[in-house]
């Protein structure tokens, strides 16, 4: 279920762009400004609007720590601005002069691409603010840029309509070519990496003017190769897709089209969720929060809907029911059972009626992580439990427990692959997974370098912060 909670209506001309942090909305327009609001109640900033550009501001995306806010226009510049005072920080003259289409972030703020009218790109380092390199595409308009999760490469879509993957060196990895037919309009990464085997998948989400929003695999595989695949392809609207973007935790999918709509799909199976129709005209731009189930959609009637996804997919019901759940077992839910205390332990024994047990385990020191790991063996040497029929009935019912910490919400995706516990401080490792820091930390310096899910060589020991599962995990444990 989705709801309009309220309209901006601030910018006086055609609203490019819109992007959140975890605590301000900002919004760019060919009016020459960018408004800044604050995500809670979209009251506008003291110091909104910015206004510090010459022409019409394409493109707007925050730093991962919110500090810094890039703004990228048709005057040839890309402006970093102060979120705290609203003031310039520094002004990026882009090579060539040429007007400026897109801007990006990595994940990891530690580089800012820009692309321009000519096809070129540019590189910035972004703590020194200078110039790191340049690439170009001849003959087309750079008009769509994202960054992978991992921040060690990106991915661009032009006028001409090809997909192009770059690492850090401006060396391109791949080239989809025709991706979308008449030209690319914008492309996304989801915020999640998948591994399996001896591959580690990336999604990217596109759109263009074929009116088609497409959902693509990119494959790097142990070589160090890419290969790049169309999974789905969504036809929910009727003319060209201007804007897409993923929700933080890559399970939604939302895009805006000339035909004045705004789509939101399932990503994982390409289904599609809500058309809603409250714009005048085009929808240009779309943005999920990061931290609260809102979009926010601009268009070039001159405003801004915020809108309010109830419980995300779900409605009301579902919310009420885990509401519910939580508080009937005293708060034990929202704990993996590896961290259940000694009194949980008795407490679950009681529910399950093994009362019985309760004195015994006591006594033994059972707490979460020793229940998870009782065996016959143990049961019969160690605890003493005689009844064979009681150890099978402990044991059945400890595996269904392990089965219904899965469904009750404790997605795999947020344990650490060392430690199996809920990851506080995720970041990615060489190999494309994402581990607890101090876990892995650990497993470097004492395992030679070597992945401990594939056991191949770590080609570096660098590790990148994974700021997007940090906040879905955070979002997922505010939700319990």
């Known amino acids: 279920m989705t709801s309009l909670i309220c309209t901006l209506q601030h910018h006086q001309d055609d609203v490019n762009w819109c992007a959140f942090s975890a605590k301000l909305l900002a919004t760019c327009s060919g009016d020459k400004t960018l408004r800044i609001y604050d995500a809670r109640d979209f009251s506008e900033l003291p110091f909104s609007p910015l206004t510090g550009h010459g022409y019409s501001v394409h493109c707007c995306c925050f730093s991962t720590c919110s500090q810094f806010l890039a703004s990228c226009s048709t005057d040839a510049t890309t402006v970093i601005w102060s979120m705290v005072s609203g003031e310039i920080e520094a002004v990026l003259e882009h090579p060539g002069r040429s007007p400026v289409r897109i801007c990006a972030f990595s994940p990891d703020s530690l580089h800012l691409v820009s692309g321009a009218s000519d096809g070129t790109l540019a590189l910035w380092d972004f703590p020194s603010r200078q110039l790191r390199r340049t690439g170009a595409v001849n003959d087309t308009t750079m008009v769509a840029c994202s960054f992978s999760p991992c921040s060690q490469m990106f991915m661009t879509g032009s006028t001409y309509g090809d997909l192009r993957l ?16 008449l030209g690319v309009s914008c492309c996304t990464f989801a915020p999640s990496i998948l591994s399996g085997g001896q591959v580690v998948q990336f999604r990217v989400a596109s759109c263009g003017q074929d009116s088609l929003l497409k959902i693509w695999a990119i494959n790097k595989l142990s070589s160090g190769a890419y290969k790049m695949k169309l999974l ?43 058309r809603l129709k409250q714009h005048e005209r085009y929808v240009t731009a779309c943005a999920f929060s990061p931290t609260s189930p809102l979009i926010a959609t601009g268009s070039m009637d001159k405003t801004i809907n915020i809108w309010r996804l109830e419980d995300g997919c779900g409605g009301n019901e579902e919310s009420a029911q885990t509401s519910i759940k939580g508080r009937a077992s005293g708060g034990r839910s929202k704990l993996l059972v590896s961290d ?47 009844s064979v029929g009681l150890r099978s009935k402990l044991l059945r019912k400890v595996e269904e427990l392990k089965s219904d910490s899965v469904c009750l919400g404790i997605p795999d995706e947020f344990l650490c692959p060392i430690t199996r516990e809920l990851m506080k401080e995720p970041v ?7 581990y607890e820091k101090e876990a892995i930390e650990s497993w470097i310096n004492t395992k030679n370098r ?12 660098l590790l990148t912060p994974n700021h997007t599962l940090k906040m879905a995990i955070g979002r997922w444990k505010t939700s319990q």
């Open 450 to 461: 070597s992945s401990p899910m594939t056991n191949l060589p770590l080609l570096t020991t």
């Open 232 to 274: 789905h392809t969504l036809t929910g609207q009727s003319a060209p897709v201007l804007s897409c973007a993923y929700s933080s935790d890559g399970q939604l999918l939302v895009s805006g089209s000339v035909d004045k709509t705004v789509t939101i799909y399932d990503a994982e199976n390409a289904v599609l969720l809500y």
């Open 166 to 181: 770059w690492d850090l060196r401006m060396n391109q990895l791949h080239a989809e070519k025709n991706a979308h037919d």
């Open 340 to 386: 259940w205390s000694e009194d949980d332990v008795s407490e679950w024994l009681l529910e399950e009626g093994l009362e019985g047990l309760v004195d015994r385990f006591k006594a033994n020191n059972i707490d979460g992580t020793e229940l998870l790991s009782l065996t016959k063996e143990t049961l019969a040497s160690e605890l003493h439990v005689e």
């Open 428 to 434: 990615i490792a060489a190999d494309g997974y994402s």
